[in-house]
């Protein structure tokens, strides 16, 4: 079973500074991956996702880089605001399904 | 559109009684998952229906886990007998199509406590 590893567990970031998380994958046959922003008492939400024959993709104030000969990904936050504040969770592409990460809690300090 | 809509949003049980979580994804949606995340840990697969069929069930930990999907529409997970182990938050989530053209909606998912 193919595994993702997600780091850091928790960050905290003063408002406006930038929020980065990391993660890896193993091998997978399809080439698409996301983001999702879960807020408490909520579901996971997507919040960007990314296929691979480009190395970066920005929305907004979200970017994803992607580095595929390492098989690592990462979510930048710039200029994070207090509505930021959520868990983040990456995921890499199983058979038909998603492969999730074990999420950063995220804090962004007024 | 509604959303994907799952309930109870919270059940608290004790050891060796029975829970059914139930989920309406958002209608058409033919592909329906059911997901599990243990606190601090990954969101981590359970199973995948196609309408009525079970077409992945590779992550269900053990046969106390019984998910049925009827008719191809609302779906639901139950636990018999449920074990302490089995605590977490169970979410639901469709895809239109192919979940990698259309990603996953999740519902809020239901917190299970098994005392």
């Known amino acids: 079973q193919q595994q993702v590893k997600q780091s850091p567990q928790s960050l905290i970031v003063q408002k406006g500074g930038i929020s980065i998380i990391n993660c890896a994958y193993e091998?997978?046959?399809?080439?698409?991956f996301p983001w999702y922003q879960q807020f408490p008492g909520k579901g996971p939400a997507l919040l960007i996702a990314?296929?691979?024959?480009?190395s970066e993709k920005k929305e907004g104030r979200f970017t994803i880089s992607f580095n595929k000969s390492a098989k690592q990904f990462s979510l930048h936050i710039m200029d994070s605001q207090p509505g930021d504040s959520a868990t983040y969770f990456c995921a890499a592409p199983g058979t038909y399904k998603y492969i999730f990460g074990t999420g950063t809690r995220l804090k962004v300090l007024a | 559109e509604a959303g994907v809509t799952q309930f109870p949003s919270h059940s608290v049980i004790e050891k060796g009684q029975t829970v059914t979580l139930r989920c309406d994804p958002i209608s058409g949606h033919d592909n329906l998952y059911w997901y599990r995340r243990v606190m601090g840990k990954e969101i981590k697969f359970l199973l995948h229906f196609v309408k009525e069929s079970k077409q992945d069930e590779s992550g269900m930990p053990n046969n106390r886990f019984l998910a049925e999907r009827t008719g191809g529409t609302y779906s639901t997970l139950k636990v018999q007998p449920a074990e302490l182990e089995d605590s977490g938050v169970y979410f639901c989530?469709?895809?239109?199509?192919?979940?990698?053209?259309?990603?996953?909606?999740f519902g809020s998912g239901t917190r299970l406590t098994v005392v």
């Open positions: 990314i296929r691979p024959d480009v």
């Open positions: 989530a469709s895809s239109q199509g192919r979940v990698f053209d259309y990603g996953y909606t």
């Open positions: 091998n997978t046959a399809f080439d698409y």
